[in-house]
């Protein structure tokens, strides 16, 4: 199986930074795409920002400048370093992986992490 852990979360005040951290674990061949997605309060699950196997990034039009998402394919880590924080990016962070294991023949699966919770506010 495959674990996704991530940390990082906490409350901050507006214009403040986290960083949120996320490392997956278990038993894989590969990791393709690695990315953050938040759900606030009442809200659907949004893309936040993800990240290819080569670098190749995409970021949702609220956090672009704002936020920078990174890994290391060695570590099968994936960063998201968010500056200039606001209200709005209150909600709980999930990070996503997609996963290539060897399951007779290699296969891609979709795997979650329990989520860590961002609160910003004065």
Do not use: H
């Not at 940390?7 to 930074?17: A, F, I, Y």
């Not at 936020?67 to 994936?78: G, H, K, P, Y």
């Not at 924080?85 to 979650?112: G, P």
């Amino acid at each position: 199986q495959v674990q996704l852990v991530e940390s990082g979360g906490g409350v901050v005040q507006p214009g403040g930074s986290l960083r949120l951290s996320c490392a997956a674990s278990g038993s894989f061949f590969s990791v393709n795409i690695m990315g953050w997605y938040r759900q606030a309060p009442g809200k659907q699950r949004e893309l936040v920002a993800s990240i290819t196997s080569v670098g190749s990034t995409n970021y949702a039009d609220s956090v672009k400048g704002r936020f920078t998402i990174s890994r290391d394919n060695a570590r099968n880590t994936v960063n998201l370093q968010m500056n200039s924080l606001k209200a709005e990016d209150t909600a709980d962070y999930y990070c996503n992986a997609e996963v290539v294991r060897v399951v007779s023949v290699l296969r891609t699966f979709n795997y979650w992490g329990q989520g860590t919770q961002v609160t910003v506010s004065s």
